[in-house]
């Protein structure tokens, strides 16, 4: 790739933009583009879709997300204004939950067909999509000023709704009560994950300088994450932790639930279309 043209997208990216606003014109334009995406893969692969397809698919988003993640780093962490300076920005280390989907799809390209490359799709299909949607519906934080940070932030959610409804639809994923408990095993690992960076940056003494807090779940760092930071302040962690499970299983569940009814709503409008009229 030209340097002068890298140097050019760089500079446009990090141009100012007035800060979106929920449900303004630069969000919805975003929200539409990953509805249009997930509608073109599905008419593309309205079939179904197979192993090697799909691992393209979704390891080329992945690849994409991280590329755009590295940016992000990039750009929040080098400053310009006085010479070329370099402080890493701890706050936004990508192992946020919405940040897993970008590692689970990239290994999904990777392994083969079996229970670990069914369980990697399994959580892109519902803890993912559900990330991704409470992010597009209420994206009140994910807002900054920075042209390029907005782009990679739209992205970055809304593929996830693009890969979780393409999985779907064309129950690569299967949509079957089973699939929750396929998907659980990847969630609790990257949950995992999270807990141990947290208790690295306490106990590094990261925290004194710098805020760390993955999955918004450490227990060295105040509440902050919407609903659950009421409970944090008055549940013992351990506890806290199994309700943070509880909580967002059953939302990632309630996501394979909607699919699971709108296939069924189809299906009887289907049938009740091949039956003959009769006068």
Known sequence: MNLNFLQNLLRILDS????????????????AISLIAAFALCVWHRKGGDERRVR?????????VIVLEIYKMINFSFSYENGITFDFQ???????????????????????????HESLCAYLATYAI????????YPTTVFIDVIGINI?????????????????????VKLE??????????????????VILNEIAYYSGLLETDNFNMFFVSRHCDP???????????VPYPWCLLLYIFG??????????????????????HSRKAVPQTV
């Open 16 to 31: 100012r933009m007035e800060t979106p606003q929920p449900y303004g014109w630069f969000h919805l334009m975003w929200f």
């Open 90 to 116: 701890w706050y936004a280390f990508p192992w946020q939950f919405c940040s897993t989907p970008m590692y689970v799809g990239f290994l999904t390209g990777i392994f083969r067909k079996g229970k670990v």
């Open 152 to 172: 990679q932030t739209m992205i970055c959610h809304g593929s996830m709704i693009t890969v979780g409804i393409y999985l779907l639809y064309t129950e690569y």
């Open 56 to 64: 393209k698919v979704v390891f080329s988003v992945a690849v994409t």
């Open 130 to 137: 559900f990330a991704g949607t409470a992010v597009m519906f």
């Open 224 to 234: 902050s994450l919407p609903v659950y930071s009421i409970v944090q302040g008055i």
């Open 177 to 194: 009560h089973q699939t929750i408990l396929k998907a659980m095993p990847v969630f609790a690992a990257t949950l995992l994950i999270a």
């Open 248 to 269: 967002f299983t059953a939302a990632a569940y309630v996501m394979l639930l909607i699919a699971m009814g709108i296939r069924a709503l189809s299906r009887k409008l």
